[in-house]
């Protein structure tokens, strides 16, 4: 071995040293080819070829708008001065490898880590560029959605729900004052709200001048301590908030829930008043109040039963991917299939189509599922069945080649037949695999349920990605935690099992 | 009666591990294989009941042709025939019981013996092959906690389940220590004996050679290089020793039977009686 590369160190390059470098500075890596180090020139060429593309593909895209290289590549290092670092680094690299290739043919002990270091560092920097990795953006916008964070960490406020009531009194304003106004008695029922105002006729503001007429407004029956809001309706039932200086007004409604406080009648772009010369308004103080007990919100019920979705969509596709693939998992194995050609096929033919699966990921599935069987969790199901068989037939399989072939021969050499062999011989041994890879795919197959949702395969992931698309971020908190909380459980009792059975 | 005619197998990798092999062993008979490691006496013990299948050549047992049985045929003749491996090849997990009753396995109907219900004659078999092997405090157990001679009994005691006419071991004491590997020859031998049932056993160490076997075989690269009966073998000479173990081997310990009472592991054997 040791002769043998010293032969090869002996032959002498094709090019003297300084050809070599020449060479290389015309053709990245030609250097090294002709001083015999055909294929480390060849890696060098590649790979600095394939950096300087990236980075040209870096520069026009980061200046799309642009005509002309220089013009292109100036207003490129304005936008993204990184591009300008790479640059360096790739000429640095470039004369790099001229230089490694003089030494190469001058057969100088010559340490390349320096290039490779270099290599490295121009796709590790290429990598940093394509990736949009920007910690400064991190740092800063990490920041505001600090408070969205929080709703997620601690989202419990939205757990409960306190039933509400609009609480209305209104009282008729005749605008402007007139004697023959006809406004009908109201009827309030004891014990509703209701507000009077004195006087109860007036005018209207002006634009950018006199204000209205000021009125009394008291208020009874309402809430106790609670924010109340006043509106104006107009004679053609138009609703418009009460403001005062730019402000909606608002008012806080003392112990007995009433309130007392004055309002300026309002401005109005036109203010027909119809044709009998006056018109009736109604203000209106509007109080969102509580009532009763409060009770489990919508978001958390529905949460729950997503949740409970969740688990029995991964216990169903765990449950079918294991029955379905064990019979699999006997034909993918190689030393129960190696009887004759045929069944050597058949062996070769189910691996590798359990492989083509296995490498679709379970969301792809889910889609394709979706198609097949419209939204919901037969779909998650579906998906989740399918990547198991493929996940656990190879597992499984493995499993069956490691056993000890020892048992499985004397065994029929009793005479047992080929059931009877199994039976006694390879089930025996094959248990604790199998127990350990069906609680390992259970896992996660739940942990996958949390997600498949998203695509539309059923399980809380729906309720979630809904909820992150509304910034109902509050909501998606309470179907993280009870994400979080079921896959530490899970992750508990599956624990539990594996120390009880294997 | 059993006779082996012209038997070669050649693996699927070209390895000739027998060349013409041929031999006769009469009923009642203890043969001994011997021979260095990879000379082919497993290959020899495996052809004879079919988990190996010979590439030409004849077995025939009884007048019947081993080699051509199939299917129900081959597992009916495989039932009469016992086989103890120097790994035990016990199921690991299974326990003591389960892995003697596997030995029924032959005789007993498919879906009976998955369900483990054998029948009430089978059970008592059991317990008198556990009683005869010394095991039946065993017998609940799982075949990994018991000790190498432990388990060695459980494969024999299995095969005596399939009430063979013929048990074959390959180097059944190889993987136990000298007294354990008397202890076992010895209930080989009470089989031979008592039970009438042929044993054809390949075994390394030739003062067990000499103390059990009624008859021995000697292979060389897969050929037969020495034929010999009991009292052949006591006074095996330099030169028969040499053909089959090499001419470097040197001969350790006992050349006949009456020095082999000073080898160490005849010290084993004495304690043990
Ligand atoms: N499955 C196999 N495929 C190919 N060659 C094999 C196979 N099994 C055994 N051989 C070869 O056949 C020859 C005989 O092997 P065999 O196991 O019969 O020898 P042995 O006498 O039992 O040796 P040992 O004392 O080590 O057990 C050896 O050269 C071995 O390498
Ligand atoms: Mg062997």
């Known amino acids: 071995m040791s002769e043998k590369v010293q032969t090869v160190e002996e032959k002498p390059s094709l090019v003297p040293p300084v050809l070599a470098g020449l060479l290389s500075l015309v053709v990245p890596g030609l250097g090294h080819m002709l001083a015999r180090q055909f294929r480390k020139g060849l890696v060098l060429l590649l790979v600095f070829l394939s950096a300087a593309g990236l980075w040209i593909w870096r520069v026009s895209d980061a200046a799309r708008r642009e005509v002309g290289f220089t013009a292109m590549f100036k207003k490129a290092i304005q936008l993204q001065p990184i591009l300008l670092i790479i640059l360096v680094v790739l000429v640095l690299l470039y004369l790099l490898i001229a230089y490694d290739a003089y030494k190469t043919a001058a057969k100088a002990k010559s340490n390349s880590f320096l290039l490779w270091v270099f290599v490295l560092a121009s796709f590790f920097i290429l990598g940093w560029q394509i990736g949009e990795i920007r910690p400064d953006v991190l740092v800063r916008d990490g920041k505001n959605s600090l408070p969205l964070l929080m709703r997620v960490l601690w989202p419990w406020e939205k757990a409960l729900y306190y039933p509400e009531e609009l609480l209305i009194g209104s009282a008729d304003v005749v605008i402007p004052c007139t004697e ?180 679709i990921e379970s969301l792809v599935w889910a889609v394709i599922a979706i198609i097949a069987v419209g939204l919901g969790p037969f779909a998650g199901i579906l998906a989740l069945t399918v990547h198991s068989i493929a996940a656990l037939g190879k597992l499984y399989s493995e499993a069956i080649e490691s056993i000890d072939h020892g048992p499985v021969e004397a065994i029929q050499a009793t005479g047992a037949n080929w059931l009877q062999t199994v039976w006694y011989a390879v089930i025996p041994q094959i248990v604790p695999p199998f127990v350990s890879f069906t609680i390992y795919r259970w896992d996660i197959n739940v942990r996958m349920s949390t997600v498949i949702g998203m695509v539309g395969g059923g399980g809380i992931g729906y309720l979630l990605i809904q909820w992150i698309r509304l910034l109902d971020y509050r909501s998606a908190g309470i179907a993280i935690w009870f994400i979080a909380f079921t896959v530490a459980i899970l992750d508990y009792v599956s624990s539990e099992i594996r120390n009880r059975f294997v | 009666m059993l006779e082996i005619r012209n038997l070669t197998k050649i693996y699927d990798d070209g390895t000739v591990a027998l060349h013409n092999v041929s031999f006769t062993v009469p009923d009642g008979e203890f043969l001994v294989v011997i021979g260095l490691s990879g000379s082919g006496k497993s290959t020899l ?36 025939i016992g086989m103890v491996f120097q790994q035990f090849n016990l199921v690991k997990r299974s326990t003591v019981m389960t892995n003697v009753m596997a030995g029924r396995l032959g005789y007993a109907p498919t879906w009976r013996s998955i369900t483990n219900q054998f029948d009430e004659a089978d059970r008592k078999r059991a317990q008198s092959a556990l009683k005869r092997m010394g095991i039946t405090d065993q017998a609940n157990k799982r075949a990994d906690e018991l000790s190498g001679g432990q388990q060695q009994r459980v494969g024999i005691a299995r095969t005596l389940m399939q009430e063979p006419k013929l048990i074959l071991a390959d180097e ?56 010999g009966n009991k009292k052949q073998i006591l006074r095996m000479t330099d030169a028969e020793f040499k053909s089959i173990y090499g001419e470097e081997a040197e001969r350790m310990g006992g050349i006949s039977g009456d020095l082999a009472a000073d080898d160490e592991d005849s010290a084993g054997e004495e304690a043990t009686e």
Not at chain 1, 296 to 311: F, Q
Not at chain 1, 324 to 340: D, E, G, K, Q, Y
């Open chain 2, 45 to 80: 013990l495996r052809c004879i009941n079919r988990l190996i299948d010979p590439t030409e050549g004849q077995i025939l047992w009884d007048g019947v042709d081993i080699t051509a049985l199939q299917g129900d045929d081959l597992r009916r003749m495989r039932r009469k």
């Open chain 2, 172 to 227: 059944p004491v190889a993987s136990l220590d000298p007294v354990l590997a008397h202890s076992i020859l010895q209930h080989l031998e009470s089989l031979n004996r008592e039970d009438g049932i042929t044993i054809v056993c390949s075994l390394h160490y030739l003062d067990l050679v000499q103390r059990y076997s009624t008859s021995v075989i000697g292979l060389r690269d897969g050929q037969v290089v020495y034929q």
């Open chain 1, 180 to 359: 023959n106004a006809e406004v009908p008695p109201r009827v309030v029922e004891e014990g509703d709200p209701y507000v009077t105002v004195t006087p109860n006729c007036g005018d209207l503001s002006e634009i950018a001048g006199a204000e209205g007429t000021k009125l009394r407004m008291v208020g009874s029956n309402f809430a106790p301590n609670d924010e109340t809001e006043i509106w104006w309706v107009d004679q053609v039932r138009n609703e418009f908030r009460y403001r005062y200086g730019g402000e909606y007004v608002k008012i806080v409604t003392d112990e007995n829930g009433s309130f007392e406080m004055d309002v300026i009648i309002p401005y109005r772009v036109i203010p027909t008043t119809g044709g009998k010369g006056y018109a009736v308004w109604q203000v209106e103080a509007r109080q969102v109040a509580s009532v009763g007990e409060p009770v489990l919100s919508e978001e958390l019920k529905l949460s729950v039963e997503k949740m409970i979705e969740t688990i029995f969509l991964g216990m169903m596709s765990t449950v079918f991917g294991v029955i379905l693939s064990i019979p699999v998992s006997f034909i993918a194995s190689r030393n129960l299939m190696s009887a004759n050609w045929l069944t050597k096929t058949i062996y070769m033919v189910v691996r590798t189509i359990l492989n083509i699966i296995r490498s």
